[in-house]
């Protein structure tokens, strides 16, 4: 167990839908990151934030949005899905405020998304 | 930005052969370069970095090298076992974002 936790593990849901993803960090971290891993792009980073507040955006498209709690667990939200949204969503945290810093960046077991 | 790319895509060894995973990097002003080791049904998880200051770093049967020049680095496991078998990855770090190679599958066969 990474200390890191994703829920849930598995959705299975239909075009068109809206779905949110669940992201506990390990206990201290305060930065969060999100990566989309799909078959053929491998991982690609979403969108990092630190304590609340939005640090860093990545290949993160108009439809999804995410956001970090005061109890610094954070949900991606992905809405008006399409086929090719399916994949592998991970989170990832860390103490550091800095991705630079790999001190502790652990990631979760990933939730498996797939739009039919 | 950043691209990273990965080789081979798979690779199949003999147990106790070494095993080489190259990646290249197009930013030189990328400085961190992690490597991470992703089990089926599990996140990745990292298993050794080297920075850009540094040209080799070793853990155990596992070693990571860089070439600043070039814009490559490789990660080296010697003695492989059938536990090394998963999905490698290596990354690169710069613009305060980590890029992701495409992934090498590494089956052992005992």
């Known amino acids: 167990d990474s200390g890191v936790t994703q829920t849930p593990k598995h959705l299975i849901t239909a075009t068109g839908q809206r779905v949110t993803l669940r992201c506990s960090p390990r206990s201290g971290d305060l930065s969060v990151y999100w990566y989309q891993q799909s078959l053929d792009q491998g991982l690609q980073f979403l969108i990092h934030?630190?304590?609340?507040?939005?640090?860093a955006k990545g290949n993160i498209l108009e439809r999804f949005s995410a956001q970090q709690f005061p109890d610094l667990h954070s949900e991606l939200n992905l809405s008006s899905l399409e086929l090719g949204d399916s994949a592998l969503y991970f989170c990832?945290?860390?103490?550091?405020?800095?991705?630079?810093?790999?001190?502790?960046?652990?990631f979760g077991s990933g939730t498996r998304l797939t739009v039919v | 930005g950043e691209n990273v790319e990965q080789h081979p895509s798979t690779l199949s060894v003999q147990e106790g052969d070494s095993a080489v995973i190259k990646c290249t990097y197009s930013d030189s002003a990328s400085n961190y370069f992690p490597w991470y080791k992703q089990e089926l049904g599990k996140g990745p998880q990292l298993i050794i970095d080297?920075?850009?200051?540094?040209g080799e770093k070793k853990d155990q049967r596992i070693a990571v090298t860089l070439n600043k020049t070039a814009k490559h680095f490789s990660l080296h496991i010697t003695e492989t076992q059938p536990e090394d078998s998963a999905v490698y990855f290596c990354?690169?770090?710069?613009?305060?974002?980590?890029?992701f190679g495409t992934g090498t599958s590494l089956t052992v066969i005992p």
């Open positions: 934030y630190y304590n609340g507040e939005e640090r």
């Open positions: 080297i920075r850009s200051n540094v």
């Open positions: 990354a690169a770090h710069t613009g305060n974002q980590f890029y």
């Open positions: 990832a945290s860390s103490v550091a405020v800095s991705p630079r810093s790999n001190y502790g960046y652990t």
